[in-house]
T-cell receptor, first 111, second 113 residues
């Protein structure tokens, strides 16, 4: 069955450093992959989308890579700030647009 | 705000109660979704509606009954729920069901006693 794995342990990082999150998937060939941010008690908010033919995508301090050979996506937050503290969800999608979400990784940025 | 609203934000109900969750989107989208999010678990897709027609039911128990009267509104009718149904219920919308970005509401936190 299809499986999406994100690190279940919280990532604690000092302000100003780069946070790197991993999303691995198995039994799956997604057409594209999305990353969402979720704050406590709120719904997820879309951040970035990367397609299977793209290696890297950037948006401000965020960077996403997509390696279809390794079946992995990396999500980077550069120059992290306390306001970046949240849970980040990985969501690969098939060619019909059906998303499947990972459980998410919590990021805690301390001043 | 994402343009998707959900009411109520919190709900406590007994196992014999009947209640409904409401979702409304102001984005002009044609697809709407219900997800269930339990603690430390991934979002689980429950139902998908596209142009008011149900296109997906992800083996959801019949005690959950969705209704989509138009493309802007989505309901989830609840009856005889179990304590394990306690979770955050999220509504989302997208331009249509094959489109990429989904916009989520704030969710309804449900507690079944």
């Amino acid at each position: 069955s299809q499986k999406i794995e994100q690190n279940s342990e919280a990532l604690n990082i000092q302000e100003g450093k780069t946070a790197t999150l991993t999303c691995n998937y198995t039994n799956y060939s997604p057409a594209y992959l999305q990353w969402y941010r979720q704050d406590p008690g709120r719904g997820p908010v879309f951040l970035l989308l990367i397609r299977e033919n793209e290696k890297e995508k950037r948006k401000e301090r965020l960077k996403v890579t997509f390696d279809t050979t390794l079946k992995q996506s990396l999500f980077h937050i550069t120059a992290s700030q306390p306001a970046d503290s949240a849970t980040y969800l990985c969501a690969p999608a098939d060619s019909w647009g059906k998303l499947q979400f990972g459980a998410g990784t919590q990021v805690v940025v301390t001043p | 705000e994402t343009g998707v609203t959900q009411t109520p934000r919190h709900l406590v109900m007994g196992m014999t109660n009947k209640k409904s969750l409401k979702c409304e989107q102001h984005l002009g989208h044609n697809a709407m979704y219900w997800y269930k999010q339990s603690a430390k678990k991934p979002l689980e897709l429950m139902f998908v509606y596209n142009f008011k027609e149900q296109t997906e039911n992800n083996s959801v128990p019949s005690r959950f009954s969705p209704e989509c009267p138009n493309s802007s509104h989505l309901f989830l009718h609840l009856h005889t729920l179990q304590p394990e149904d306690s979770a955050l219920y999220l509504c989302a919308s997208s331009q249509d069901s094959s489109m990429e970005t989904q916009y989520f509401g704030p969710g309804t936190r449900l507690l079944v006693l």
